[in-house]
């Protein structure tokens, strides 16, 4: 186990990047990163026209006034508004 030389508190030995003090370790600062593939999973809300889930066309993430996080879109059938509450912002 390697320590993170600001806050020196024992890491695993791949980390590039401390959680505790959100510092970046120093031998890895020169290295590029390998670029991250990701598949995003289909968002899904309920058309309230078609009466069915369905996949979210043109996706926009929105927080509300109470800090909830939220999605608004349109129906790729219809072309109706749809929304969805996602969860609290961090």
Not at 19 to 39: L, N
Request: aromatic share 10%; charged share 35%.
């Amino acid at each position: 186990m390697t320590k993170c030389p600001y806050c020196g508190r024992n890491l695993v030995e791949d980390e590039r990047y401390c959680y505790f003090c959100e510092q970046e370790i120093s031998k890895y600062k020169g290295m590029k990163k390998a670029p991250e593939k990701k598949k995003e999973a289909p968002i899904i809300a309920y058309c309230v026209k078609c009466k069915e889930k369905v996949n979210v066309k043109n996706p926009k993430y929105y927080t509300m006034k109470n800090k909830r996080l939220s999605i608004k879109g349109t129906c790729p059938t219809c072309s109706t508004k749809v929304f969805r509450i996602v969860g609290m912002k961090k």
